[in-house]
């Protein structure tokens, strides 16, 4: 959707079609990607706000992307702990991104997920 923004619905086909993920993860994968794609606006201001250096659309599509998924997963998915979308995001920047795409991922997540707990938007616990 970065490179041919259009249909959420119908990118996350063509992807499935050509790269064959296992059937056990479409329909949830299949609901972030529509969520990340529905709260972007939202997503990006969250990044925004915690990344004083960097503009959104100046990071890397990698880091940007796994960021908007970290987040939607953290704000609006209570099925998964955030604790796990955070390291998770860390991962994959790790594997995916370039050599510091871990620590800047795991920075801006953390700033997040800290300032969503002070809001009272997080459970305490969460």
Known sequence: ??????????????????????????????????????????????IRGSSKHWRVERMSRVDRNILRLAIYEVVHRKDVPPKVSIDEAVELGKRYGTEESGAFINGILDHIYNALKAEGILDQGG
Not at 9 to 37: N, T
């Open 1 to 46: 959707m970065e490179y041919n923004p259009g249909d959420p619905g119908e990118s996350f086909e063509r992807v499935c079609e050509s790269f064959g993920p296992p059937k056990e993860v479409r329909s949830y994968s299949r609901e972030v990607v529509k969520g990340v794609w529905e709260n972007k606006t939202e997503l990006d201001r969250l």
